[in-house]
């Protein structure tokens, strides 16, 4: 009767140890994201170049990225929406209203950076993630002023500052600031790995008109800096967009797993 005993409780710890082989080696693992829903902007557009050096559109670059960002996120199972997936214009609230209207979990426009010193184009490089507040810092400001200017092209500018003022202090700030955190520590952190000498910009607030019209967790990713050559040319080499992609997914996936954490949804 032991013997019999002894050798059921060995056929079942067979079996578990099976399973347990079985989730290590295939998807068994893999966290279901099918009700996480990401809305991307690609930044510009159309008549709109954004930044251009050396004959190379910031609008190229991101459009580029955003579709690699596309396949990774459906390729993790999530609901994924582009607000352009081609070269065209988008007026402000095309790009933001759509993360309302999808109910997005997240919202993230991704853009090229440059400065305008030539002398300094070999120095300045980096990749920053922004979330949206108001900030003194000289340079934060300058980028917002820049991305400003041609997000607003064809919108009406009035009470800018009232949309401003009646979204920073709500709780979408600090949601936002751990987004930024958690997908620019992964982006870099696999960009590092992969590239020598990436730089890491950090997390920086600016008031980015792009991310006031949308009601929940928004970023600004500035990937690199198009007036640094070796920047430009990563920015079009579709392995380091890849991997710009796969950081941002696991970033935007870290945070999603955090806040389910946090507040149990
Ligand atoms: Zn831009």
Do not use: W
Not at 206 to 222: H, M
Not at 244 to 262: F, M, P, Q, S, T
Request: with cysteine.
């Amino acid at each position: 009767m032991k013997q019999i005993i002894r050798n059921k409780s060995t056929f079942i710890m067979g079996i578990a140890v099976l399973f347990v082989l079985a989730g290590c080696g295939g998807s068994a693992l893999q966290v279901d994201r099918s009700s996480n829903v990401v809305v991307i902007d690609a930044g510009h557009g159309g008549q709109d170049s954004g930044a251009v050096n050396s004959g190379k559109k910031e609008k190229d670059a991101v459009l580029q990225i955003t579709q690699k960002l596309y396949k990774e996120f459906k390729k993790e199972g999530y609901k994924i929406y582009l607000t352009r997936s081609s070269d065209r214009f988008l007026r402000l609230d095309q790009r933001t209203k759509i993360a309302d209207r999808k109910n997005a979990d997240v919202f993230i426009s991704v853009h090229a950076n440059a400065i305008a010193d030539m002398k300094r184009f070999n120095v300045v490089e980096g990749v920053e993630t922004y979330y949206l507040q108001k900030t003194r810092d000289a340079r934060s400001q300058s980028i917002a002023a820049r991305e400003n200017a041609s997000v607003l092209m064809g919108t009406d500018p009035l009470s800018q500052n009232v949309i401003l003022d009646s979204v920073l202090s709500g709780p979408k700030v600090i949601e936002s600031h751990k987004l930024a955190i958690d997908v620019q520590k992964n982006m870099f952190g696999l960009l590092n790995k992969n590239y020598r000498s990436v730089k890491n910009g950090g997390v920086r607030p600016a008031p980015f008109y792009v991310l006031v019209g949308a009601s929940r967790p928004s970023i600004l990713v500035e990937v690199g800096y198009i007036t640094n050559p070796k920047e430009r040319k990563r920015l079009f080499t579709p392995d380091y967009q890849e991997q710009l992609a796969k950081g941002i997914v696991a970033g935007v996936g870290r945070y999603i797993d955090n806040r389910k954490k946090e507040v149990g949804f």
